[in-house]
C-alpha cells in the first residue's frame, strides 16, 4: 500500500461519510506539522494553481484554522475548520465549513466534521481521513465541486513539499 498516490478514497452515501487514507513517505512528526502549522499549510492544503492564505490558525480545542483558497484568476473562496478533539501526533478532528473573510459559516453550502488519524508505519506515516456530513445533499455537492481531486492534489502538493 506504499506509493506516492492518493490510496484509498471511499464514499459511503448510506452513511453520509467519505474516508481517505494516504501513505507519506515521512516520518509523523513531519506530516503531523505539514497538517497543523500554518506557515507549512499554506506551502500544500490547495491544489495547483491555487493557493492557501492563512488569516489565523489557534492550533488548540476551541480554536479554529481561518484561511482562504486563492484561484489564478482572482478567485478567493474561505474556509474554517474549528478543532474538536487533538490528540498530540495521533489525531484530530474539526468542524469544515465554507465562510466568509470573517469565519463567519455559509450554512448554503456543505459541512463536514472531519477526524484525521496519524500511524507510523516503517518511518512512512497513514493518514486516515473520515469526513461526516449532516446531510448526503452536503456530501453529493463537496464531490460536485471536485473535492475528489481537489484533495488529490494536495496530497501530491504534500509529497512534493516532503520530499525537498
Not at 500544500?44 to 486563492?70: C, D, E, H, I
Not at 448554503?108 to 448526503?136: A, H, K, Q, R, Y
Request: proline fraction near 3%.
Amino acid at each position: 500500500m506504499k506509493n506516492d498516490v492518493l490510496v484509498n478514497f471511499y464514499v459511503d452515501k448510506e452513511n453520509k461519510k467519505i474516508s481517505v487514507e494516504r501513505t507519506f513517505k515521512a516520518p509523523l512528526e513531519k506530516v503531523w506539522a505539514a497538517f497543523t502549522q500554518k506557515e507549512i499549510l499554506d506551502q500544500w492544503w490547495a491544489p495547483k494553481p491555487w493557493r492557501t492564505q492563512t488569516k489565523s490558525l489557534n492550533f488548540t480545542v476551541g480554536g479554529y484554522w481561518l484561511y482562504a483558497m486563492k484561484g489564478p484568476e482572482g478567485e478567493t473562496h474561505w474556509c474554517r475548520a474549528d478543532y474538536k478533539s487533538i490528540n498530540d501526533l495521533k489525531s484530530f478532528s474539526v468542524e469544515d465549513a465554507f465562510c466568509d473573510e470573517n469565519g463567519t459559516i455559509n450554512h448554503g453550502l456543505p459541512t463536514s466534521v472531519w477526524t484525521n488519524e496519524f500511524n507510523e508505519e516503517d518511518g512512512d506515516t497513514v493518514v486516515s481521513v473520515e469526513m461526516v456530513f449532516g446531510n448526503i445533499d452536503d456530501l453529493e455537492k463537496l464531490l460536485e465541486m471536485g473535492f475528489r481531486e481537489g484533495f488529490a492534489s494536495a496530497m501530491e502538493n504534500l509529497d512534493a513539499l516532503l520530499a525537498a
